[in-house]
Nanobody
Framework: QVQLVESGGGLVQAGDSLRLSCATS????????MGWFRQTPGKEREFVAS????????AYKESVKGRFTISRDNSKNTLSLEMNNLKSEDTAVYYC?????????????????WGQGTQVTVSS
């Protein structure tokens, strides 16, 4: 059973940066495709970014391209999301997720394991 724990969320102002981390345990991290999703009250969970098992392929939600960077360190079993130039519309609970796959995945239904989420609030 893979366990995921997110950290790094907080309250920031528009234009600021944050770095989210996801620590994993209980599985072979390097064999999983990893992703970041976010959710706001009353809305479905939406895709933010994905990275394949070796870190060579990535995918992003259009609105975060050029501002967010997903990365992974397979030696430390950690996933990161560097978020720059944050906007108020980035406010959400951010979740990391893992899937037994070798390709990037953008659909939440393809992910098998989820963290508990970390709140990111961007004030304008």
């Amino acid at each position: 059973q893979v366990q995921l724990v997110e950290s790094g969320g907080g309250l920031v102002q528009a234009g600021d940066s944050l770095r989210l981390s996801c620590a994993t345990s209980g599985g072979t991290f390097s064999t999983y495709t990893m992703g970041w999703f976010r959710q706001t009250p009353g809305k479905e969970r939406e895709f933010v970014a994905s990275i394949n098992w070796i870190g060579r392929n990535t995918a992003y939600k259009e609105s975060v391209k050029g501002r967010f960077t997903i990365s992974r360190d397979n030696s430390k079993n950690t996933l990161s999301l560097e978020m720059n130039n944050l906007k108020s519309e980035d406010t959400a609970v951010y979740y990391c997720a893992a899937a037994r796959s070798m390709v990037v995945l953008t659909f939440a239904s393809r992910y098998e394991y989820w963290g508990q989420g970390t709140q990111v609030t961007v004030s304008s």
